[in-house]
């Protein structure tokens, strides 16, 4: 057994080993990259067209400056070298500048034999700047540009014949040394989203996800039950859920277990328990032969148990499926089934427990005898048992079957005067092993009458359980074969 659990353990950690290029830890590093690069994008794009326009707005400063020494004295005067000389400092090929609607050219190298590209800066908007910073970057190089504007707040407007290849350049190298930043940012950040989100989700997930295939592998084991940790968000609920629903499946199979067992241990002794009751059987035909009259008063009913008793011990491996033989229905006076049911509880005399049956001896009932029989057998037993269990004399102690007929339903109610069920058989009512009314009850009393009942098509319930009064209710359809469901307003609501 345990080998086998330790391969089923093997088994279930294989299933549970997830590739590495397959795991939720990979896939969220990945995603992280991807997403803060593509936010870098979106930053990248205005970032290279502003670089663009101070790249531009800082050459034609620059001019102005040199502009205004030049106006101050005379621009004709320079010689040749020294305008190559400015024009080299500022990479320009000419400088103009524009006043009160007069042009004046100040310095220029050569005239170009065409401008390619007119930039205005004081004119120009987002969407242009960044389809011009692109253009340049992807087409240019060979061109040229031809940037004015005005700089300050004079109204002096300059003008700069220049090429683009220097501006093209910077924006190359900006671009790359954003998009090498941007690719560090990304890891930097990816890793630390990652390592939170890893501790924070992915790790408890993985947790629960070991738990998980190791109480699959071994439900019966009681120390493989996840241990919640103490937080109260939305991981934390699914452990606690987790673990309540580990401990439950635990339980249930123990408790199935145990009926396996139960199942098994009665099959190994119903042949003999036959051969029993056979021999009783033959010592009751005997006695039937006695011309007593008391012995000729008691043999029917001893009879009537033994034939019971045998058909109980045949049956018993049909209840150990869990499938009770369907109902064989048929008219009976119930008044009279109460009787064999008095009978058969052999009520000590000196316990002073009182057997009324108010059943009307005409009422008849369409349900199976033996199955009815066991039913009302079990509620009386109890009722009996819970009464014999108090030694106060004055106490009144009274069992009492009644019945009442409405349209096709008819209910059978079996009341006592004892000390009500105990909390725990209210809250685990019906439940096998559960819902024992006394210590070391089993519960199935209550169980397989729930069981038979509902084949009959009816409901039982419990309609009072207090200190001196009890009652159970059987309702059963009265109106045909088969099973027949119950209107909800028909059905009497379990009160404490």
């Known amino acids: 057994m345990a080998d086998e ?7 279930a950690g294989d299933a549970g080993a997830v590739p590495l290029t397959r795991g939720l830890s990979t896939k969220l590093l990945l995603l992280t990259i991807l997403f803060v690069m593509g936010a870098e994008v979106l930053i990248f794009i205005p970032s290279v067209a502003n670089f663009g326009q101070q ?16 106006m101050e004295g005379e621009a004709d005067d320079l010689s040749r070298q020294a305008s190559n000389d400015l024009l080299m400092a500022t990479g320009a090929k000419a400088i103009a500048v524009r006043d009160e ?33 692109f253009e340049t970057m992807f087409f240019g190089g060979n061109r040229i540009l031809r940037i004015y504007g005005r700089v300050g707040e004079g109204p002096r407007q300059y003008e700069i014949v220049i090429p683009d290849s220097g501006l093209r350049s910077a924006m190359l190298v900006y671009a790359r040394n954003v998009a090498a930043l941007s690719l560090i940012i990304s890891l930097i950040t990816a890793m630390l989203v990652f390592y939170a989100i890893n501790r924070i989700m992915i790790g408890p997930i993985r947790a629960m996800t070991r738990s998980m295939l190791d109480f699959g592998a071994a439900p019966d084991d009681a120390e493989r039950i996840i241990k919640p940790e103490d937080r109260g968000d939305e991981i934390g609920i699914a452990e606690h859920e987790l673990a309540e629903m580990e401990q439950t499946l635990h339980r249930t199979l123990g408790e199935r277990k145990r009926l396996a067992d139960l199942g098994l241990a009665v099959s190994k002794i119903n042949h003999d328990m036959r051969n029993m009751l056979a021999s009783a059987q033959l010592m009751s035909d005997r006695l039937a032969q006695v011309s007593d009259p008391a012995v000729q008063s008691l043999t029917p009913r001893l009879v009537r148990t033994l034939d019971r008793a045998v058909a109980y011990s045949e049956g018993v491996l049909t209840y150990g499926r869990t499938q009770e033989a369907p109902p064989t229905r048929r008219r009976l ?86 000390p009500g069920l105990p909390p725990r058989a209210r809250e685990n009512l019906f ?27 009816g409901e039982i319930t419990l309609v009072e359980s207090s200190s001196g009064q009890t009652v159970f209710c059987i309702t059963i359809p009265d109106g045909g074969s088969g099973r027949q469901s119950i209107p909800p307003s028909r059905k009497r609501q379990t009160a404490n």
């Open 101 to 133: 609607g007069s042009a004046r050219l100040l310095v220029v190298s050569e005239m170009p034999p065409e401008v390619d590209m007119h930039v205005n800066l004081d004119d120009i908007g987002p969407l242009q700047a960044i389809a011009q910073a």
């Open 431 to 457: 439940a096998a092993f559960r819902g024992a009314a006394k210590s070391g009850g089993t519960g199935l009393g209550l169980a397989i009458a729930q069981e038979l009942v509902h084949a009959h098509g």
């Open 5 to 11: 659990q330790q391969e089923n353990g093997k088994a």
């Open 333 to 418: 006076r119930l008044c009279q089934l109460v009787d064999d049911v008095h009978a058969t509880l052999a009520i000590d005399p000196a316990s002073g427990i009182e057997f009324v049956n108010e059943v009307d001896p005409a009422l008849e009932v369409h349900a199976d005898a033996e199955q009815l029989f066991r039913v009302l057998a079990n509620l009386c037993r109890n009722a009996v048992q819970a009464m014999s269990g108090e030694s106060e004399a004055a106490l009144v102690r009274r069992l009492t079957v009644s019945t009442d007929r409405e349209e096709r339903l008819v209910r059978v109610f079996v009341s006592d005067t004892g």
């Open 55 to 70: 790249w531009m707005s800082q050459r034609l400063q620059t001019v102005a400056a040199v502009g205004v020494v030049l």
